[in-house]
C-alpha cells in the first residue's frame, strides 16, 4: 500500500519497492543506478562514503547497514549521515566495526563516540539487532564501550545485541531480548550483576566473556551465582562463560542451579581450568550429561 501510494505521486522510491516485492532484480538495480542519489547519497558507488557502509535492501528501503571505521573517517558522523538518510527509516540491523585502529594512537575514542551518536539519533522502533565494535581474531578488543542502557529507549524493538570492546556498562535490559553476547577481556561486576537481577523471558542465548581481574573483570562467585539461579531466564538454552578466571567454581556453581537443566549447550571454552577445577566437573557430571554440547 505504502508503494503504492508513492507510485502515485511519483515518487521513484515506490517503484523500487514493487521491483523488490517481485523479486525483480534486473529492474531494482536499474532504479538504484538512475536515482543513486536519492537511494544512497554519499554511499552511492564512487562517492566520499560508498567504502565505509555495506548496506542490504528490502522492499525499497535499507535493512541492514555495516559500518567500517577507516583511517580518517569520523565513526560518530558515519553513524548519524547512515541513521538520518530517508533510505534507513525502516532499518533492522546495525553493525559499527571501529577497525584496528588503537584509542591511543587517536586521541579520541571512535566506538565511544559512534555509540553516543546513536543513542542521541532519537527513536528507531525497526531496528531489532545491533553489533558494536570488533573480536579481533585471537584476543579481545580493547577499544572502550561504555554505558549502554540507553539502547532500550531508543530501539525499544531490540532483540539481538552484540557488543565487542573493554568496560562495557550495561546494567538495564529488555524483555524483548533474545540473544545477548558480550565479548571483552574483563566484564565489569555490575554488568553481571544487572543481568542477574533481570528478568529476560525471551532471552535464548547468552554468551558472555568474564575475563580477568587485570583487564576490568570484576565479577565474582557470587555475581554468577545469582545468574545461575536462572531466575529470569526461563528460555535460555544456550550459555557462554568464557574466557574466565572463575573457571573452577563453575562446576559446582552450575550444579547447585536450576538453569543448568534447561540448557542444551553450555560453553566453558578459553577458562583457568585447574586440576582442582576438573575434578569438580567429574564429580558433578552426571548434571552435564544432558547436554547436547560441552
Known amino acids: ?9 511519483g515518487d521513484p522510491r515506490g517503484a523500487l519497492i514493487a521491483a523488490h516485492a517481485q523479486g525483480d532484480v534486473q529492474a531494482a538495480e536499474g532504479l538504484l543506478r538512475e536515482h543513486a542519489e536519492e537511494f544512497l547519497g554519499p554511499f552511492a558507488p564512487g562517492a566520499e562514503l560508498a567504502s565505509s557502509v555495506a548496506l542490504g535492501w528490502g522492499l525499497g528501503f535499507w535493512r541492514r547497514a555495516v559500518l567500517c571505521h577507516h583511517d580518517g573517517d569520523d565513526l560518530d ?5 547512515v541513521l538520518e538518510h530517508p533510505s534507513a527509516r525502516f532499518l533492522e540491523q546495525l553493525v559499527v566495526r571501529s577497525g584496528d585502529e588503537e584509542p591511543a594512537s587517536v586521541g579520541r575514542l571512535p566506538l565511544r563516540s559512534a555509540i553516543e551518536a546513536l ?3 532519537g527513536p528507531l522502533p525497526s531496528l531489532r539487532a545491533v553489533a558494536l565494535g570488533d573480536r579481533p581474531e585471537g584476543h579481545s578488543s580493547d577499544v572502550p564501550v561504555g554505558e549502554l542502557g540507553g539502547l532500550w529507549s531508543i530501539a525499544p524493538r531490540l532483540e539481538r545485541l552484540e557488543v565487542s570492546g573493554r568496560a562495557i556498562l550495561l546494567t538495564r535490559f529488555s524483555e524483548r531480548l533474545r540473544w545477548l553476547a558480550l565479548h571483552t577481556a574483563g566484564l565489569p561486576r555490575a554488568t553481571l550483576v544487572g543481568l542477574g537481577r533481570a528478568r529476560l523471558p525471551a532471552l535464548q542465548h547468552l554468551d558472555l566473556c568474564l575475563g580477568a581481574a587485570v ?3 570484576t565479577c565474582t562467585d557470587v555475581d ?13 538454552r544456550w550459555l557462554g562463560l568464557r574466557n574466565s578466571e572463575l573457571l573452577d567454581e563453575l562446576p559446582t556453581l552450575l550444579a547447585a542451579g536450576p538453569l543448568l537443566q534447561r540448557l542444551e549447550v553450555l560453553d566453558l571454552s578459553h577458562g583457568i581450568l585447574t586440576d582442582a577445577g576438573a575434578c ?5 557430571w552426571r548434571r552435564f550429561a544432558h547436554l547436547e554440547q560441552l
Open 77 to 81: 558522523e558515519l553513524v548519524r549521515r
Open 280 to 284: 569438580e566437573l567429574i564429580e558433578w
Open 119 to 121: 543513542l542521541q539519533r
Open 215 to 217: 583487564y576490568g573483570g
Open 224 to 236: 554468577l551465582a545469582r545468574l545461575l539461579a536462572g531466575d529470569g531466564l526461563h528460555s535460555l
Open 1 to 9: 500500500m505504502y508503494g503504492d501510494w508513492l507510485q502515485l505521486r
